[in-house]
């Protein structure tokens, strides 16, 4: 079992970024996908989640308007796109994969926002 995020890098504030998580070694499909971030000194946040199927996504008050999950149950990736990007959103991005006792968690892709 594999998830891998990547994209993550330095953007300058109002800057857009697209994450990406790529899954392999379980039913993809099968799975509600949820995106994470940890910024320094401080806990892992849930900001976005969708479905398995893709119909239906929440937000995190932080990054609600600004922040948008998407998913490609053929291709097995989930993205993350970022706009209106300010310094606090600065973290490391994690992907997870969570369905019942099964919880699969990516490595994280590091997002720096600053000038």
């Known amino acids: 079992v594999q998830l891998v995020e990547s994209g993550g890098g330095l953007v300058q504030p109002g800057g857009s970024l697209r994450l990406s998580c790529a899954a392999s070694?379980?039913?993809?499909?099968?799975?509600?996908i949820s995106w994470y971030r940890q910024a320094p000194g401080k806990e892992r946040e849930l900001i976005a989640g969708?479905?398995?199927?893709?119909?239906?996504?929440n937000y995190a008050d932080p990054v609600k308007g600004r922040f948008t999950i998407s998913r490609d149950n053929i291709k097995n990736l989930v993205y993350l796109q970022m706009t209106s990007l300010k310094p606090e959103d600065t973290a490391v991005y994690y992907c997870?994969?969570?369905?019942?006792?099964?919880?699969?968690w990516g490595k994280g892709t590091l997002v720096t926002v600053s000038s």
């Open positions: 070694g379980f039913p993809f499909s099968s799975y509600p």
């Open positions: 969708i479905s398995s199927a893709g119909d239906s996504t």
């Open positions: 997870r994969a969570r369905r019942a006792w099964q919880d699969y």
